[in-house]
């Protein structure tokens, strides 16, 4: 029997009130295919967990959830366990008992859930009972797709074909996705510093360097101080100059006429995150007052060397930038805080050590209460001044730069 | 306390015959300082193991053996146990007991560890009691540094400092090791083919990389099809050309006069073995006959493909080349066999997930049978006729080549 990691399963969360029929709608998805590949791994004694091949779309984990009933109070900020197992779908499919019709609760859950981007399609169920009037309108104000569908006589393969065709489809993202093309020079700025692991190159430069020679691009790699003589030695301008954060003041005066920059942390926030939902968290900035509460983020946890650029550097370089009077707190590894909302601003690490879709789980966090969250790289280059230059390659982000107040914008 | 890891520590072994007085010398040397810093970890009821400070000489591992009696015989070419232990000695303190005079065993153990290149000191024990006549004479046989001691009256303080004094230096070799300077330009061709591992660089690469910026040398990573191109828009030719060795007979053609060629497994040879040793495992090829076996031995445990390099492509080339019906033995791992006097030729790959001290204990075991062992690069490049091209930046690598039988000589 074939191993499929938990990892490469797409998560199909099944939610909704109490009595909506979420288990016998995730029963019939999971008895339409008797090729239920194994039961998932410490789970065979948990009910609500399936793991399975979900027809020609893939291993899929089908979870059912407690009922959401009163989770989902309007102004209800603190993200609850069944909420947070929400965030982590890749798919939530949610529930609403048609013949019924839909409470308040329901409209204030669905709200949640697209407020944290999570995509969502949704059942009206008990089909085989007439519905109650309007029984469809939080699906309707909040624009998510939906089918009827009865567990008594209702089309099965129907209900599996419209879970699996609204599945996600792979991210196909890398982090230089389509910058380079074959022949390119990109010249990579590595400057040796004292946070630099001994004798190795970081993830970000190792992925940059291997995803450059995969499209048949070439690959200069130097410190800050050698770039100039580098670029007087090439007979033509690079397409492209990568810089560690951290060098980018001293790498811009020699980045020739042409030539695009950006930062390894600028490509990882687009990567891994969402550059232009970072460039827009830098608009809280000037708004910064004495007394608020910064979160920093770090999601490995590497030992701390006297001037860490977590714990030491970014604290001091935004109390220089803003004069105020900053708390920070800090969140490390795997932990991530289930509120939010206390926080001005959460300024995370370039994510290296977590998964796309780690990442994308702690932005939905942030995006159900509005709290803005920039990287490590998009805030030092901001306050650095080297904000536009470095996020030009990125229209997006330029529109989200473009869409700051007055007051964020040097 | 400070924790030291086993690997940090120099292992000294006291050897020599079952009544030469082992433990009394070792016991000597433990107890002049009372500095031991911790019982080595799993070891504490075992007595003949001693983790401490030396002196200012550093962390060491004193290690008592079993007497060597017998062990040693000449034409005995198994690598008992106790041998084994020896072969793993940063030092070995050899022990005679000179009031008994010295055993034809103390000379062939002697000859053994002069074979397997272990540094080794003597010690002419008893001093206190008149000595036999001659009773050096094996250490002068085989040029080994003595000096004579006694537990009962000798010189501790002078122990210890000619131990000390005798331990050899950390090695301070680098891959590149000397061979770049600030602003050179170092080419590194990395072909992506199928056995490339997803989205990374193999660790020889990524060090290489690290190392040239360390030294504010300028590192440019291509794919061999894109090599003229890159010296083609250089204003000047680069220092050196390092290659993936399957991609020699490619790139050769494309060298400029004057730059430097070789490649990464004849790094990592230099390094991590001995490149001098072997180029001159070379000279069994054409000596080797159909039903010969041949060992190879791979240190990690990749997945293999369906064109495995070791299991695959280097017995397929080396069959061709020398049109002889070969037979084939494989290690993996940590496995390295205790006897390899049966193989005519042990072909290691490139080590990157060995020690360099690992890969000299392996060497030591090869030495003593005297058989040839080559990694995969120098063989590779042998087999392509890209020898002695890639080996002329090293002149102890071209002395051996320069030794080797005309019918090695192609």
């Known amino acids: 029997m074939q191993t499929i990691a938990q990892s490469e399963r797409k998560v199909i969360v099944f939610a909704g009130l109490r009595n909506a029929g979420k288990s016998s709608v995730m029963n019939a998805v999971a008895g339409q295919e008797a090729s ?40 209800n900020l603190r993200v609850s366990t069944a909420q947070r197992m929400l965030l982590q779908a890749d798919l939530i499919v949610y529930i609403i008992d048609g013949s019924a019709g839909y409470q308040e609760t329901d409209s204030a859950n669905l709200k949640l859930i697209k407020q944290s981007n999570t995509p969502c399609i949704g059942i009206l169920n008990k089909a085989d009972l007439p519905f109650a009037p309007k029984s469809a309108a939080p699906f309707i104000e909040h ?28 991210s196909s993202e890398t982090l230089l996705g389509g910058m380079l093309h074959r022949g390119d020079i990109v ?24 995803e450059s020679l995969d499209g048949d691009a070439i ?13 007087s030695r090439l007979n033509e301008p690079p397409k492209l100059i990568i810089t560690d954060s951290q060098a980018v003041m001293r790498v811009l005066p020699d980045v ?10 600028i490509l990882s926030a687009r990567f891994k995150g969402d550059l232009a939902v970072m460039v827009d968290g830098l608009k809280v900035i000037p708004e910064l007052e ?10 490995c946890t590497h030992h701390e060397g006297a001037d860490d650029i977590g714990r030491v550097k970014i604290p001091r370089w935004l109390a220089n930038f803003t004069k105020k009077d900053l708390k920070f707190e800090f969140s490390r590894g795997n932990d991530f805080p289930d509120t939010v909302s206390q926080y001005k601003l ?19 966090i942030t995006a159900l209460t509005g709290t803005p969250l920039v990287n490590y790289g998009v805030l030092i280059s ?3 001044g080297a904000m536009p230059s470095v996020i030009e390659p990125f229209p997006e982000a330029i529109l989200a730069w473009n869409e700051l107040p007055e007051a964020a914008v040097y």
Chains 1, 2 share one sequence.
């Open 382 to 384: 901001y306050l650095q």
């Open 346 to 364: 959460i300024i995370h690490c370039g994510a290296c050590m977590l998964t796309q879709k780690a990442m994308h789980n702690r932005l939905r």
């Open 256 to 265: 020739p006429k042409g030539t695009q920059l950006t930062t390894f942390s």
């Open 187 to 210: 010249i990579m700025v590595v400057p040796i510093d004292l946070g630099a692991p001994k004798g190795r190159l970081i993830k970000p430069q190792v992925y940059a360097i291997r």
């Open 219 to 231: 690959v200069i790699v130097c410190k800050d101080k050698e770039l100039r003589s580098v670029i």
């Open 36 to 75: 239920i590949v194994s039961p998932f791994a410490g789970t065979t004694t948990d009910p609500v967990r399936k793991a399975m091949e979900l027809a020609s779309y893939g291993p899929v984990l089908l979870t059912d959830t407690a009922g959401l009933d009163d989770e989902g109070a309007v102004g």
């Open 290 to 299: 004495d007394g608020d509460t910064i979160l920093i983020a770090e999601a």
């Open 143 to 170: 624009q998510i797709s939906y089918i009827s569908y009865s567990s008594i006589n209702g089309d099965k393969n129907g209900l599996v074909h419209f879970i699996g065709a609204n599945l996600p489809a792979e």
